[in-house]
T-cell receptor, first 110, second 118 residues
Framework: GQQVMQIPQYQHVQEGEDFTTYCNSS?????IQWYKQRPGGHPVFLIQ?????EVKKQKRLTFQFGEAKKNSSLHITATQTTDVGTYFC??????????FGAGTILRVKS | GAGVSQSPSNKVTEKGKDVELRCDPI?????LYWYRQSLGQGLEFLIY????????KSGLPSDRFSAERTGGSVSTLTIQRTQQEDSAVYLC????????????????FGNGTRLTVT
């Protein structure tokens, strides 16, 4: 089946620094979703991107979907300690199976 | 209920025993998913239900795993003859609809069942 590569696997930043995670696919995706999982918690939906080249913002978070719909990114400006967690991208494979990337673990030093 | 409810929250069982995990989705949600998450790992797809039918069982790791959903609502995931490698958090999620096409409803996850096989 389809797969996505999510990078980096892990990032440790100083509070106030920016953070970006990338999700790359070898095939065109119909849409992409992003989820955040706090330590000890369950994944929580952040956003869905559908259109080629789409950019959406949620406060300090900026989400992008590539023109070819093969890659996506999540950028956090001026990280805070509340941003810690694992960020997953996910896409709908044929048959309505939502497949998750391996996730990027973000740690923030205060 | 307000969210997806899973029970039990924790389960410790001896190797070889059977376990049953329960998921109560959000009322009105037609799609239901089971995932497995080992410590520090990603989400491994197990099975998906649309209504009571499971069009995709491809993620079930072995024939020891089975799942059913009744009345388009509650789902149970059963693991027979548990093994130590079955230890993980089992997450259930539901969504309002699951259709082919570009726009898909987000998944709402429960808090999971942490299964430990000793």
């Amino acid at each position: 089946g389809q797969q996505v590569m999510q990078i980096p696997q892990y990032q440790h930043v100083q509070e106030g620094e920016d953070f970006t995670t990338y999700c790359n696919s070898s095939t065109t995706l119909s849409n992409i979703q992003w989820y955040k999982q706090r330590p000890g918690g369950h994944p929580v939906f952040l956003i869905q991107l559908v259109k080629s080249g789409e950019v959406k913002k949620q406060k300090r978070l900026t989400f992008q979907f590539g023109e070819a719909k093969k890659n996506s990114s999540l950028h956090i400006t001026a990280t805070q300690t509340t941003d810690v967690g694992t960020y997953f991208c996910a896409f709908m494979e044929y048959g309505n199976k939502l497949v998750f990337g391996a996730g990027t673990i973000l740690r923030v030093k205060s | 209920g307000a969210g997806v409810s899973q029970s039990p929250s924790n389960k410790v069982t001896e190797k070889g025993k059977d376990v049953e995990l329960r998921c109560d989705p959000i009322s009105g949600h037609t799609a239901l998913y089971w995932y497995r998450q080992s410590l520090g790992q990603g989400l491994e797809f197990l099975i998906y239900f649309q209504g009571n039918s499971a069009p995709d069982k491809s993620g079930l790791p072995s024939d020891r795993f089975s799942a059913e959903r009744t009345g388009g609502s509650v789902s149970t995931l059963t693991i027979q003859r548990t093994q130590q490698e079955d230890s993980a958090v089992y997450l259930c999620a539901s969504s309002f609809r699951s259709l082919r096409g570009p726009d898909n409803s987000p998944l709402h996850f429960g808090n999971g069942t942490r299964l430990t096989v000793t």
